[in-house]
């Protein structure tokens, strides 16, 4: 397709559990994001990659939280032992450059709730 | 710290009236700024941006925003609403130059239409 896909659409995992969360940016698109958007909020940074490489994840909000982005284009985001305040939803970014004025395009999240 | 500022929580306006979405920002230069809509259930969503020139943008779906530089805003306007116009909307802000930082982003203004 031609958008930033994201997988699953829906997740329900019991605390505790171990998830991964799968983002296909735009064929071609060398920087890539991850976001957290808590119920009523703005989407929050997590993490930020170029090509393969993890620039920035200053973001993350624990150690239970790794992103990867291997080949320099699929990104998994995993969450470990998973906690009720994870509930979220987590959007995924692409741009086809790496300087700050090239648009982010979204994908339409993965909502995970965490019971 | 950085900050994008959204004083509106909920706005609701008649279909066909005039809309004006406010945006104030804190960055110690002048950030590239843009304006996007989240439906429901979906990802962001470009409304608009600036990075530099013309104060006044135009974006897709009969937006517009003016950026002041004196009073730190970047405002969203549409001259008439359309009942497909509810939605979030979110103000974000982007370091100027460099490599990419993070988006960071507002918290959102619902806006509804009544008929």
């Known amino acids: 397709g031609a958008g930033v896909s994201q997988s699953p659409r829906y997740k329900v995992a019991k605390r505790g559990q171990d998830v991964a969360l799968r983002c296909d940016p735009i064929?071609?698109?060398?920087?890539l994001f991850w976001y957290q958007q808590a119920l009523g909020q703005g989407p929050e940074f997590l993490t930020y990659?170029?090509?393969?490489?993890?620039?920035?994840k200053s973001g993350l909000p624990s150690d239970r939280f790794f992103a990867e982005r291997p080949e320099g284009s699929v990104s998994t985001l995993k969450i470990q032992r998973t906690q009720q305040e994870d509930s979220a939803v987590y959007l995924c970014?692409?741009?086809?450059?790496?300087?700050?004025?090239?648009?982010?395009?979204f994908g339409n999240g993965t909502r995970l709730t965490v019971t | 710290a950085q900050s994008v500022t959204q004083p509106d929580i909920h706005i609701t306006v008649s279909e066909g009236a005039s809309l004006e979405l406010r945006c104030n920002y804190s960055?110690?230069?002048?950030?590239?700024l843009f304006w996007y809509v989240q439906s429901p259930g979906q990802g962001l969503q470009l409304l608009l941006k600036?990075?530099?020139?013309?104060?006044l943008v135009q974006g897709i779906k009969g937006f517009e925003a003016e950026f002041k530089r004196s009073q730190s805003s970047f405002n969203l306007r549409k001259p008439s609403v359309h009942w497909s116009d509810a939605a979030e909307y979110f103000c974000?802000?982007?370091?100027?130059?460099?490599?990419?930082?993070?988006?960071?982003f507002g918290k959102g203004t619902k806006l509804s239409v009544k008929p």
């Open positions: 970014a692409s741009s086809l450059g790496w300087q700050g004025n090239s648009p982010l395009h």
């Open positions: 064929s071609g698109h060398v920087s």
């Open positions: 990659f170029q090509n393969e490489a993890q620039l920035d």
């Open positions: 960055y110690g230069a002048t950030p590239y």
């Open positions: 600036y990075f530099s020139g013309d104060t």
């Open positions: 974000a802000a982007k370091n100027y130059g460099g490599s990419q930082g993070n988006l960071i």
